[in-house]
């Protein structure tokens, strides 16, 4: 299953927004009216698809996600490792930032779901011995031994970063013995497989070519990083993190070919390819540099990426007909698709509007923005007299790239939500 589709007015919200006073929607208003009144239905939305209360999820085992109710063209109601983590890392966020009642009590019935799924065994084998990487399960928490592209080794490693955001919460509120005794056995399991798989091929978020993975290598380093800052605030340790970190960032440069990112190494295609993107807002760091080498929202390879990977739709899909250079279109997962029509996703479109806005809040935090022959093309197509430099908040030129980048990624909400 690829990623779950009803999260991002839900996470968007956390952080990174849109600027509102520009966007009128054609059928209904602003963007502000828009977001408050669809982030509760998009929660509710990913409620209902929790076992076993929820009311698209019969059947399903306590803190089990159900990728779609859909049983039929295609099947989806299994639950997916990757697609419940990135879940309940919304879910957590959410409760984070906004101490949404209930949430937390599912947050706990997936650490316990969790525990369980890691010890099923299944066709890629078990807990030791490959296991983890098995991509989905029957929600009643038993293994799924038909054909699948397999193994996805995304999974641990997103199951890792959602379990590590709710122990540092619960550091913070003295139950750190509970994050010895609960959480840290789950994410060691995780990270063991991390440390010991990342250098193999493995099927993407796609699920359709078996091959190195841009995104997975991308989603496999935080979890390594975040994992072993974990492990030394419990006085835990995580030497294989610690040593294999640094080889797999090494790695991650090897998908820049110069222009942009080559998402997967295998497979025929171009390699331009919305998980980029997705990439790039899962390790986005607000308090990191605009820094190349992971690949944060605010850096010239990913902002020079984001205009290739963009570029690439505007010619495919009618519904991106006449929109000039500079203005956001449809985003499909890469232009080569085919699966259901090979047709454009909201996701992705508002994938390429959150790594704008993402940009920003670090440019604004930084209190500068560069611009580099890399990123040149990028910032001319959206604010034609850029050139190459470095401009301070305080100059002028730095609030019209800043108002620029926002008008571009308004535009892209714009297409998503009309």
Known sequence: MQVSTCLFALCSAVLAAPRQENLLRRATGSLTSWLAAESPIALQGVLNNIGPNGVDAPGADSGMVVASPDQVNPDYFYSWTRDSALTFKCLTDQFLAYGTSGLEAQIRD?????????????PSGGLCTGGLGEPKFYLNQTAFFGPWGRPQRDGPALRATALIAYARYLISQGESSSVSSIIWPIVQNDLSYVTQYWNDTTFDLWEEIDSSSFWTTAVQYRAL???????????????????????????????????????????????KDSNTILASIHVFDPDASCDDNTFQPCSDKMLANHKV???????IY??????????????????????????????????????????????????????????????????????????????????????????????????AVC
């Open 110 to 122: 997936y650490v316990n779901a969790q525990a369980a799924v890691q010890t099923i065994e299944n």
């Open 225 to 271: 990083i975040e994992g072993n800052t974990l492990a030394g605030q419990i006085g835990e340790s995580c030497s294989n993190c610690v040593s294999q970190a640094p080889n797999v960032l090494c790695f991650l440069q090897s998908y820049w070919n110069g222009e942009y990112i080559v998402a997967n190494t295998g497979g025929g295609r171009s390699g």
């Open 318 to 415: 009618s519904i991106n007909s006449g929109i000039s250079e500079g203005s956001g279109v449809a985003v499909g997962r890469y232009p080569e698709d085919t699966y259901q029509g090979g047709n454009p996703w909201y996701l992705c479109t508002m994938a390429a509007a959150e790594l704008l806005y993402d940009a920003v809040y670090q440019w604004k935090r930084i209190g500068s923005l560069n611009v580099t022959s890399t990123s040149l093309a990028f910032f001319q197509a959206i604010y034609p007299s850029a050139a190459v430099g470095t401009y301070s908040s305080s100059s002028s030129t730095f609030d019209s790239i800043i108002d620029a980048v926002m008008t571009y990624g308004d535009s892209y909400m714009l297409i």
């Open 309 to 315: 990977l963009t570029d690439s739709f505007r010619s």
